[in-house]
């Protein structure tokens, strides 16, 4: 990032170029101030409040906050792969819901339960949302608006075999004593400005922190990454560039957002000996119980259209012909971990430090690995990106309002603008009451 160029984070795993190259500021404002976006009115939720809940309700007790599986009407394979895991929660709650959805925005939906937006009554809807299914059928934006105010887990697996195992694999590690320690693994490659960033100003400090171990650096290789997972974290914590590729290369689907490590040589080539995608988790490998956290481009999915750089004068252009969640959480999945949280389109570096800012902006990712290693739901662990989400949406609003009388500098919109975006990116895939 510098005073008049953007930088975006992202490889193509085709040429092993950059997906975007840097933007003109004055480009990326007109985007902004062309871009009509409801979720710019969302109100900021109450400082120091239960993060929406009524104020008897512990976020922590899964009796008093409920729990719901919400799937698609046309997908009941669906619901009947995870009714095992319904009726677990029917042991912890008296509030477990099954919920269908069929196209509605988030607020319709909400107000065909019975509840207004921003109410949270979990007595109607619960807090706890697992949403299952097609991302064809059940849009982001539908997960994005409800993570603003409800612990929400996305899960879209490949078979309805898939579904039933993830739902046992859960249930057995709910089931069992719970283990002495926490092992938390920390790992990203250094490549250039975007991942020294991240390496430099999320990674170690979280790592001085939390970290049984660490590799930063020379040491974060594709062959460290396999023997990490080997070994079975509680925590893994990643930073590195997402791989992308076009919608119409064979390869998307397995390998956009695979983790780019450090054996890549840098802009101009890669290959697959240079990234770590869903095929490269080792073979038998058992991850039961763990948590992993992904900052990369598309780590946690993709949409179907790009939100970020559009033109007035044209379509948004397609990154997927369908859009879909990743492969390498849906593998670590399979292989036993109970939730995976990472990005469902671009990374920023905006996420951890602003270009004006000389003090790190770290506090959300702390405070999840706080919560999470404190044995708290992953979804509420999350939190803190629901509030920043929101609370940028009122600033930039107040921004854009400001700029029709007078002249707001390119860089406030920007960073708010790319702030409010990354914060809502963020998606839990797994069932949001999952925990260590």
Same mark, same amino acid.
């Given at each position: ?8 984070? *992202? ?23 062309? @871009? ?73 939906? %909400?107000?065909? @339960? ?14 706890? %949302? ?15 608006? %409800? ?5 929400? *887990? ?42 020294? %960033? ?9 790592? @001085? ?10 040491? #974060? ?20 560039? *997402? ?32 990234? &770590? ?20 481009? +598309? ?49 920023? *570096? ?14 959300? &990712?702390?405070? &999840?690995?706080?919560?999470?290693? #404190? ?9 803190? &990106?629901?509030?920043? +989400? ?43 009451? #999952?925990?260590?």
């Amino acid at each position: 990032m510098s005073e008049d160029r953007l930088l975006v984070n *992202g490889v193509d795993g085709g040429s092993g170029e950059y997906l975007e190259p840097p933007r003109a500021m004055a480009e990326f404002v007109n985007h902004i101030e062309a @871009q009509p976006d409801a979720n710019l009115a969302r109100s900021v939720q109450a400082e120091g409040g239960t993060y929406g809940l009524p104020p008897d309700v512990d976020p922590l007790d899964l009796g008093a906050t409920g729990w719901a599986l919400v799937t698609h009407a046309n997908e009941p394979e669906i619901l009947a792969a995870l009714e095992p895991l319904v009726a677990h929660r029917k042991t912890r709650s008296p509030l477990v819901r099954c919920l269908t959805y069929s196209g509605q925005r988030s607020s319709r939906w %909400l107000a065909e @339960q019975g509840i207004g937006v921003s109410d949270i009554l979990p007595s109607i809807v619960p807090y706890y %949302l697992l949403i299952a299914g097609s991302s064809s059928r059940i849009p982001f934006r539908f997960v994005h608006e %409800l993570g603003v105010d409800y612990a929400v *887990g996305r899960l879209e697996l490949d078979s309805v075999e898939d579904y039933r195992l993830y739902a046992q694999q859960l249930i057995a590690h709910e089931s069992r004593a719970p283990r002495n320690g926490r092992k938390v693994e920390v790992f990203g490659p250094r490549h250039d400005s975007a991942t020294n %960033l991240s390496a430099d100003r999320l990674l170690t400090p979280l790592a @001085q922190e939390f970290a049984t171990s660490k590799h930063i650096g020379d040491s #974060a290789t594709k062959a460290t990454l396999r023997g990490i997972l080997g070994d079975r974290p509680d925590v893994l914590f990643t930073a590195s560039h *997402g791989v992308g590729f076009p919608p119409d290369d064979p390869r998307q689907k397995d390998a956009q957002g695979a983790l780019l490590c450090q054996d890549w040589p840098g802009p101009g080539a890669i290959s697959s000996d240079h990234y &770590f995608a869903a095929s490269d988790v080792p073979d038998g490998a058992r991850l039961d119980g763990m948590i992993a956290f992904h900052f990369a481009c +598309f780590g946690g999915g993709t949409p179907d259209k790009d939100r970020f750089f559009k033109r007035t004068d044209a379509p948004p252009k397609t990154l997927t012909k369908t859009p879909f969640i990743a492969a390498l959480p849906k593998q670590l999945l399979r292989n036993g971990a109970i939730a995976v949280t990472s990005h469902v389109d671009r990374a920023w *570096g905006y996420s951890i430090a602003s270009a004006t800012a000389t003090a790190t902006e770290i506090a959300p &990712f702390r405070n &999840f690995l706080t919560r999470v290693l #404190a044995g708290e739901p992953v979804g509420h662990a999350m939190r803190d &990106f629901g509030d920043r +989400f929101a609370k940028y949406s009122v600033l930039l609003t107040a921004e854009m309002e400001r700029a029709e009388s007078e002249e707001v500098p390119a860089q406030e919109l920007i960073e708010l603008w790319t702030q409010r975006n990354d914060a809502e990116a963020y998606m839990v895939i797994g069932d949001p009451a #999952a925990h260590l």
